[in-house]
């Protein structure tokens, strides 16, 4: 409740409040004073109260609260001071705190103590806890119930049958998570690959990619008019699973129950299983099926992973729910597409290929409106344009003076614009007020030609919370333009562009005087797009900020900000203010990530916990926690740092304090300088090429597209996967504490596992 100053002051009786009139009201400002003080004296005494329990105590309470049931305290965010660069730059957004939460709810963790005792050491409750404190779906799988043993007539057991090898899905499954074969005894220590099968072990498969729902995007025609791509990039990716909340049997996770790229297998048999249901069938499988409430029941809704839209109209399963067994006739099947098929499948029917995200339209389907889908992708990290939470990014709507809000959607009507060109269009008839262009869902949207901004104006194009619409640009990009007069040299440029949460397809072109130029939560795809096979479609950069305009120097006090994006190449010229990337991935599909014209430096680079695929030329460079795959350059190597980074050799960069591979190669010279004092220089030459060439990091996917893009491998470097200043990961993925959610589920495993048995932490994603 808010804190009114004159409380004191009204309780007085009438005839001291009209004396103290009189005087100008030199007793209201002295109770006014006495009355704050005793607010806070209020609030603190409420506040003790608060304290007494877990859900409503202080932060620094909670380890107190801890220490009275035994808790042992798991890493937080409040055990460190990371750097809130974003917060600094970027006052104008709804947040308070831009940096990424961390996982682990330790006040969650304190509270459920006393269930987790009360259950210790049960299946369910194991998997729960891995959850809890990791952040990732778990399964456990206590691998002494797959062991194989022979048969003794006389004590016969049920659960030893070793695998019907006629079962596509039981084949499919051995060695993974939900493996129900049985193996014979592997003595070796439990790990990631080996050891699993023997009586005293426990694995935890853990999947550490999410799944993004992606609600009736169009689909992208591929080479013939009935082939089509899931991803509006028209690129192959598979489809994921929805996560959900609670196991759907209500027992241990199963594999519906976890956000995985779906196996063909198993999409196979819910399409069997559906055929082979009693009439009347729903009209949604295990799989796929309406997102929306059920029509029947408005409060069930399936829990289903994909869906397709035709001439818009829902495809279901089948046609007739009510048809017998013999009969069935489904409207959509199961088939591998790659490579797509010669000839188009016949009747009324939609073949899928979950494993690359395909789809073919059976000839007895006319295709005369686009091809809406509904499913959910994979990724690492809430990066890029994504469908999830982005509200403390979006951009205030308190500014001074106000801006102006126009809405665009498709289906809209007016005041909602249909398009982001009608919304511009109008935006240039107002005059270029300060803006925020503010798209409401994730179609497809054509950007102009060109885009001229108001000198010492700004305009956000930005998606709502939870959407993620795709905006393409001509073959020719879209030009950035600013309205004179502009001076040359006049340092007042203040004239902004931000995408938020957007993807953008195609390239920037920044001809005009611009003061800065942000790019928040959205994604230039690497390469300027995608072909049918995922590769990127060129390597060109995807912005370029032009230097000069005629005989004039433009855009030197320009500055490109990127947060929490994936980026293509930046050519930016060495003039500019300078370039920030945090917690992102620029990516030059096999050019420079940033540089200047015709190769030459850039600006000045200010880099945090970022990965660069490509090599990067800059003027002078200050770097935290970041990744170069490619060797960097840097002008003015006596400005500026480069602190917990990696830096490939043949690199020219500033001063490195704890950069990989230099710290490893010191700690192994310094090593055979103890067993050999009189090392020699050509020994200290092979110690440092064998680090150099064992010391890299490795990515399980380097292309723009894939679920594991720039992920490390679970074989890069420990150094490198641990090597952040805080004992996080290096790189674009630093914000998601990976490492310390291992440790925390290994303090957590020590309390609760039972006497005697091993566990093993496997990871599927």
Not at 189 to 209: A, D, K, M, T, V
Not at 252 to 264: G, H, K, M, Q, Y
Not at 366 to 381: I, K, M
Request: aromatic share 10%.
């Amino acid at each position: 409740m808010a804190y009114d100053p004159n409380n004191l002051y009204n309780l007085l009786p009438a005839v001291y409040r009209e004396r103290d009139a009189a005087m100008n009201y030199p007793l209201r400002g002295l109770l006014g004073i006495i009355g704050s003080q005793a607010a806070l004296l209020d609030a603190d005494i409420a506040q003790l109260y608060n304290n007494l329990f877990i859900e409503t105590c202080a932060d620094w309470v909670i380890p107190y609260i801890g220490d009275l049931v035994s808790n042992n305290l798991l890493f937080d965010s409040s055990r460190i001071q990371s750097a809130n660069t974003a917060q600094t730059l970027f006052p104008d957004l709804q947040g308070r705190d831009l940096r990424p939460p961390v996982a682990v709810p330790i006040r969650a963790d304190v509270a459920k103590t006393i269930y987790y005792r009360r259950r210790k050491a049960t299946p369910r409750m194991l998997e729960e806890l891995a959850r809890d404190v990791t952040g990732w779906p778990a399964h456990v799988a206590e691998f002494f119930q797959h062991l194989g043993w022979m048969q003794n007539l006389e004590h016969l057991r049920d659960n030893c049958q070793w695998t019907d090898i006629r079962s596509l899905d039981a084949m499919d499954r051995i060695d993974g998570a939900f493996d129900g074969t049985m193996h014979t005894v592997d003595v070796r220590q439990i790990s990631q690959q080996e050891g699993w099968y023997n009586i005293p072990n426990i694995g935890f498969f853990l999947w550490r990619i999410n799944s993004y729902p992606l609600t009736r995007v169009p689909a992208r025609q591929a080479g013939k008019p009935w082939q089509y791509h899931f991803s509006p990039l028209g690129n192959p990716a598979p489809l994921f699973t929805r996560l959900r909340g609670e196991p759907s049997t209500g027992g241990l996770v199963a594999e519906i129950d976890i956000s995985a790229p779906i196996r063909p297998v198993f999409f196979y048999q819910d399409l069997e299983n559906y055929r082979l249901t009693q009439p009347t069938r729903p009209d949604f499988t295990e799989l796929y099926g309406s997102f929306d409430p059920l029509p029947v029941d408005p409060s069930i809704s399936s829990q289903t992973s994909f869906f397709i839209f035709l001439n818009g109209k829902p495809i279901f399963p089948t046609l007739n729910p009510a048809a017998p067994i013999p009969v069935f006739q489904p409207q959509v099947t199961c088939a591998v597409l790659k490579p797509w098929p010669a000839a188009q499948p016949s009747g009324s029917i939609i073949t899928v290929d979950v494993a690359n995200g395909r789809l073919a339209i059976g000839d007895g389907f006319a295709v005369t409106a686009p091809v809406d889908v509904f499913y959910f992708y994979g990724f690492s990290a809430n990066l890029g344009g994504g469908p999830y939470d982005r509200r403390k990014w979006l951009v205030r709507r308190d500014l001074t003076p106000t801006p102006k809000i126009y809405q665009v959607e498709e289906s809209g009507v007016a005041p909602v614009f249909n398009s982001v060109t009608a919304a511009l269009l109008q935006w240039k008839t107002d005059l270029r007020p300060d803006a925020i262009i503010s798209i409401l869902d994730s179609r497809n949207y054509q950007l102009p030609n060109s885009l001229v901004l108001r000198n010492e104006g700004w305009l956000a194009i930005e998606a709502a919370d939870g959407q993620r619409p795709l905006l393409q640009t001509s073959a020719a990009g879209m030009s950035v333009d600013v309205l004179p007069p502009v001076a040359p040299g006049d340092p007042d440029r203040n004239g902004s562009l931000t995408l938020s949460g957007v993807v953008v397809e195609g390239f920037l072109d920044v001809i005009g005087d611009l003061g800065q130029l942000r790019l928040l939560h959205s994604t230039l795809v690497p390469g300027r797009g995608l072909d049918d096979s995922g590769k990127p479609a060129s390597s060109s950069p995807s912005v370029i900020v032009e230097g000069l305009s005629g005989a004039n120097v433009i855009n030197t006090e320009l500055k490109v900000e990127a947060a929490y994006s994936i980026l293509g190449g930046l050519v930016v010229p060495a003039n500019t203010t300078g370039i920030w990337v945090l917690d992102s991935i620029a990516d030059g599909a096999g050019a420079a990530a940033i540089s200047g014209p015709a190769g030459a430096s850039s600006a000045r680079l200010i880099a945090e916990r970022s990965t660069f695929f490509g090599p990067v030329l800059v003027k002078s460079l200050q770097a935290s926690e970041v990744i170069f795959n490619s060797p960097a350059s840097v002008a003015r190597t006596q400005d500026g740092c480069v602190r917990f980074s990696y830096v490939p050799p043949g690199s020219q960069v500033p001063r490195r304090y704890r950069c990989q591979p230099d710290l490893e190669i010191d700690q192994e010279i310094a090593d055979a300088l103890k067993e050999n004092p009189l090392l020699s220089a050509l020994e200290k030459g092979e110690i440092t090429s064998s680090v150099e060439g064992w010391l890299v990091p490795s990515f399980k996917a380097i292309e723009y597209g894939s679920p594991f893009y720039a992920q490390l491998h679970l074989g890069c470097p420990v150094q490198l996967r641990t090597g952040a200043e805080d004992g996080s990961e290096m790189g674009a993925f630093g914000q998601l504490k990976q490492p310390q959610r291992e440790s925390n589920l290994k303090i957590r495993l020590q309390e609760y596992l039972p006497f005697a048995l091993e566990a093993g932490i496997i990871y599927v994603t």
